[in-house]
């Protein structure tokens, strides 16, 4: 019998094979994706689910409607109560898997919470403040921008969307530039992203999403970095999708697929299921992928792993772009070359970035030709903390805290060339760089099969001169000329020190705030996004 049983903080999903039971972890933090062709029992899986995974549970599921019966909330705290007693007797009939039995009730109980949750911010800040006077924390708590509404628009900013919400008049209200009207208003994708994360910012710690066919409404460009920011949002929850976007299990590390290949049916009830348990997206079968992928789009690949930094920025700087991470840059060269090499089979423009590593222009030109854009920065953290983002950032800060921005901005530096200047940190930085660059032209110079068969030497040499001696001096000048977005555009200062420095000086608890609250002022800064697209080069031209 399948069932889910509480472990602490985990949840185990137990599931009826016919021969076995395979068991799946809900993890906080470690979504579980559903996957398969249409018609296998992934919405009767679903179903299942929604019946078993506890009062914790926020289910949404893929009957559900996209709309609003009123331009403002109709539900009373009363009719709230009771969807709460209602909802899992409805849920658990058959027949919800097809027919809509709450009809918008789960869209109004959305902003009726997140409404609530904005009032109960405010309101709690507002007590602190009567009691405490001037000097209460609650004031710089909210001048921090992280009240459920500041959530809402950074999470809907993060997914590509040019609208905010607002608290107008004491109703929630929907605003793009200058005009303001009631969220029922928004279009098809913008409602059904603000009622996902209406969902989520509202609900409770320790809360089960289950989220059948997130995809509906929504363009691949905004459902793939809205659903990974979701989950970055709540780190503490568990996360279960039913979807057919296949950029999704890719968004996150810890992911753990299920892929429903069919069921066996006993009347209206599912008796077993055929299901493989994947541990990453790399083990989906072709013929899903085949079967799943849509219309042509553009894929970005770039070097690293996947992380927390690059997805949302890039997704905020680039709306369009599938963004895909491979170790090397000789692993981008051969995604972006083996997908160009057969671009009538399939319906994907692909593009790759790769560090500069001292490339002369011929071999910039060359790599460009052919789709790669090598760039002058090390890595995303030299967007995140270059010198447009600091001085937003500081200036930011300034106000919050009412001190002046030219004071913050030179601790802020201070900060930076003391960690950067630090016992072997030059040195540290200076060779990495230096390895770094041996590392890609070793590899770009390894031979092929075709030239090992028509060279035929017995004895492969390489002969490189070592650049740390050069890296070691310009680090050094650059420090002596106090140039500071130099050097985070250089070298990898992730290791040093600096970036935590940075963080502090301007007030930030750490990196983490210093980042998040980054990604937030890049989507609601066009001229800041263009800035920082500008840094990448040609390559910008080609995505935008």
Request: glycine share 6%; aromatic share 6%.
């Amino acid at each position: 019998m399948e069932q889910v049983e509480s472990t602490g903080t985990l949840n185990v999903i137990e599931i009826n094979t016919g021969a076995d039971t395979k068991k799946i972890e809900i993890k906080p933090g470690c979504p579980v994706f559903i996957l398969g062709r249409n018609g296998t029992g992934k919405s009767a899986l679903v179903g299942m689910l929604s019946t078993k995974l506890g009062k914790n549970l926020v289910f949404m599921p893929g009957s559900r409607p996209g709309h609003f019966e009123h331009e403002g909330l109709s539900l009373t705290h009363a009719a709230r109560r009771d969807l709460a007693v209602n909802f899992p007797h409805w849920d658990a009939n058959p027949d919800t898997r097809w027919k809509v039995i709450s009809g918008t009730a789960r869209n109004e109980k959305a902003i009726h919470d997140l409404q609530n949750a904005e009032l109960q911010y405010k309101v709690d800040a507002a007590n602190e403040i009567k009691a405490e006077g001037a000097q209460s924390s609650a004031i710089a708590r909210l001048q921090s921008n992280n009240a459920p509404l500041d959530r809402i628009n950074a999470l809907l900013s993060q997914s590509n969307l040019q609208v905010r919400v607002l608290i107008s008049e004491g109703e929630l209200k929907a605003q793009r530039g200058d005009a303001v009207y009631s969220f029922a208003r928004m279009s098809d994708g913008e409602r059904a992203a603000l009622i996902f994360a209406a969902e989520v910012v509202a609900a409770p710690d320790g809360a089960i999403f289950l989220i059948d066919e997130p995809e509906l409404h929504l363009h691949p460009a905004i459902v793939v970095p809205l659903l990974k920011a979701l989950i970055a949002e709540r780190p503490e929850c568990g996360f279960v999708i039913c979807t057919h976007e296949l950029g999704l299990p890719s968004t996150s590390v810890e992911s753990k697929i299920i892929l429903v290949r069919g069921c066996e049916w006993s009347g209206n009830e599912v008796e077993s299921w055929q299901v493989d348990v994947l541990d990453a997206p790399e083990e989906i079968p072709e013929w899903l992928r085949v079967d799943l992928i849509g219309s042509r789009q553009k894929i970005l690949f770039i070097e690293g792993t996947i992380n927390s930094l690059d997805h949302p920025l890039y997704s905020l700087l680039f709306p369009k772009v599938s963004v895909r991470s491979r170790e090397s840059c000789r692993e981008v060269m051969r995604a972006v070359e083996g997908l160009r090499a057969v671009e009538k089979m399939h319906r994907a423009q692909a593009f790759g970035l790769i560090d500069h590593d001292g490339m002369d222009e011929k071999q910039v030109l060359d790599f460009e030709s052919h789709g790669i854009y090598p760039l002058p920065i090390f890595a995303v953290e030299s967007l995140y903390y270059s010198a447009d983002v600091l001085a937003g950032l500081a200036a930011q800060q300034a106000r919050t805290f009412g001190l002046p921005v030219e004071q913050l901005q030179h601790e802020a530096k201070m900060a930076a060339l003391q960690a950067v200047t630090a016992k072997g940190i030059p040195e540290h930085l200076a060779s990495r760089i230096s390895e770094r660059h041996i590392r890609d032209q070793l590899l770009l110079a390894l031979p092929d099969r075709k030239m090992m068969v028509e060279g035929a030497q017995k004895h492969i040499e390489f002969k490189l001169e070592s650049p740390y001696p050069g890296e070691l001096e310009r680090i050094k000048q650059m420090v002596s000329a106090e140039d500071i977005d130099a050097i985070v555009c250089r070298y990898p200062v992730r290791e040093s020190g600096m970036l935590n420095g940075i963080a502090k000086a301007l007030h930030f608890n750490g990196r983490t705030d210093y980042e998040r609250a980054a990604l937030i002022l890049v989507g609601i800064n066009d001229e800041l996004q263009q800035s920082l697209r500008l840094k990448l080069g040609k390559l910008s031209e080609m995505l935008v």
